[in-house]
């Protein structure tokens, strides 16, 4: 998300022109609870796994349909769950 020159840290946007896609993990039963702040998938809050941040300029614009948050699964879930794969085709699909 971030380029480095020396010690100063600049965002990087998504880039143009390129279908940009985001998965998420909650180790709660529904996404949007206290879990999903604090817990995440164990690993990774929802928000930093979603590219959202307080300040606008370092958060990264997944559009909303292209944004994807598992619920009751942990971050190593996100490798071999059947809802993750079926997510992923259906973005894919033509």
Same mark, same amino acid.
């Given at each position: 998300?971030?380029?480095?020159? !020396? $010690?100063?840290?600049?965002? =990087?946007?998504?880039?143009? #022109?390129?279908?940009?896609?985001?998965v998420? &993990?909650?180790?709660? +039963?529904?996404?949007?609870?206290?879990?999903?702040?604090?817990? !995440? $998938?164990?690993?990774?809050t =929802?928000?930093?796994?979603? #590219?959202?941040?307080?300040?606008?300029?370092? &958060?990264?614009?997944? +559009?909303?349909?292209?944004?994807?948050?598992?619920?009751?699964?942990?971050?190593?879930?996100?490798?071999?769950?059947?809802?993750?794969?079926?997510?992923?085709?259906?973005?894919? &699909?033509?």
């Amino acid at each position: 998300r971030f380029a480095r020159d !020396g $010690d100063k840290r600049t965002p =990087v946007p998504l880039p143009e #022109g390129v279908a940009c896609y985001a998965v998420a &993990a909650t180790t709660g +039963l529904a996404a949007g609870g206290l879990n999903d702040r604090l817990i !995440g $998938d164990g690993l990774v809050t =929802v928000d930093s796994a979603l #590219g959202r941040h307080k300040d606008p300029a370092l &958060a990264l614009a997944f +559009l909303p349909h292209r944004q994807w948050i598992g619920c009751g699964m942990n971050h190593f879930d996100l490798l071999d769950r059947v809802e993750v794969y079926e997510r992923i085709a259906l973005w894919l &699909a033509p």
